[in-house]
């Protein structure tokens, strides 16, 4: 008998899951069926969509209504599901890669339309499953199997650029803070409007051995030194935040809901002779 | 009725339940252990002194493989 959480929302009987030793991922799915737990969300209810990668394996081990789609189409899926039934708390799980380089145009109009979904994205840096290509989310001069010399694309930052596309509620975390994942996660299901949850997960297997960043014990760390959260970040001068990352709420800021704004279209016209 | 019965080979330690067959022996329990009540024995995680646990879950909150989790507290038996 696994515990109550595991045994409650996970499909036990697929687990151990695929994922190398250390990877931050389990941490980040299970922090994220804590917060549908404190919710008290019914399973039924809830519906979880990926894409393609290490973290859409996510899906596969958690007992809901769930979805593995196409790389980077996990938010055109979800737009669907959510679209014929508002009333499912739709979660969507992808990666750096998955949503920001091959899924790119979807999130940025994800987050333009505003529709009620809960994305999470498992941001590790680089594409784990291929074989340690590097993502939009490489730092830059860090290396992959793909730049053997260092990385001269900059990187993505996911939460400016979801603030800037327009989504509601945006936060960040870390497989570290796993604490700050669920609550972050849970505001976000409550926002009636685009989510969007940067959960920073260590990947020892490539990430961490191509940059010499150490096993997995040191990626935690590296975490717990270099997260500062949005309120300690207030009083701190630019100079201290250097090479440091927020982590915390980063935008919280309600507008009209696409499934809701797209009701009123079809209350409107019913009875009407077009 | 799914069958939810799990392959692994769980050990109740009373404050701790651990499950060595899910174990990778990445060490984050460990090394976030504020007591060191468990260390790594042959890549899994084993408990040295079950008396210092004070069943805080932080290692049940960081196992990326949920191997090991907090039993029943104290007040709760």
């Known amino acids: ?274 | 009725m799914k069958n939810k019965s799990i392959k692994g080979n769980e050990v109740d330690h009373g404050k701790l339940i651990i499950n060595a067959d899910w174990c990778k022996g990445c060490g984050i329990c460990t090394a976030f252990c504020p007591t060191k009540a468990i260390e790594l024995k042959n890549e899994k995680v084993t408990v040295v002194d079950i008396d210092k646990c004070t069943q805080c879950g932080l290692c049940e909150l960081r196992c990326p493989d949920y191997a090991i989790y907090v039993g029943r507290k104290k007040n709760e038996q």
């Open chain 1, 1 to 274: 008998m696994p515990s109550q959480l595991v045994d409650k929302y996970f499909r036990a009987e697929d687990l151990p899951q695929i994922w190398c030793p250390g990877c931050g991922h389990g941490i980040i799915t299970r922090a994220i069926t804590v917060a549908i737990e404190q919710l008290g969300l019914e399973p039924d209810k809830v519906c979880v969509v990926s894409g393609i990668g290490c973290s859409s394996r996510a899906p596969g081990y958690l007992d809901f209504n769930t979805l593995h789609t196409t790389h980077g189409r996990a938010l055109a899926f979800a737009t669907g599901i959510k679209l014929a039934n508002p009333d499912l708390k739709v979660i969507v799980i992808m990666g750096d890669g998955d949503s920001t380089a091959i899924g790119g145009n979807h999130f940025i109009h994800a987050c333009r339309r505003n529709i009620d979904l809960t994305t999470i994205i498992f941001n590790n840096n680089i594409y784990g499953m291929t074989g340690g290509q590097y993502s939009p989310l490489t730092p830059k001069f860090d290396k992959g199997t793909t730049a053997p010399y260092g990385n001269i694309d900059r990187p993505f930052d996911i939460c400016d650029l979801a603030s800037g596309a327009g989504a509601t509620y945006v936060g960040r975390g870390t497989s570290y803070h796993a604490n700050v994942v669920t609550s972050l996660v849970k505001k976000g299901i409550m926002n009636d409007g685009f989510s969007l949850i940067e959960a920073i997960s260590g990947c020892p297997t490539y990430y961490g051995r191509k940059n010499k960043k150490g096993g997995p014990v040191d990626m935690m760390q590296w975490q717990k030194d270099n997260a500062v959260t949005v309120t300690a970040a207030a009083k701190m001068t630019p100079e201290q935040l250097e090479g440091k990352f927020l982590i915390g709420e980063l935008k919280n800021k309600p507008e009209p809901e696409y499934t809701k704004e797209y009701q009123k279209i079809i209350d409107n016209l019913k009875g009407s002779d077009i």
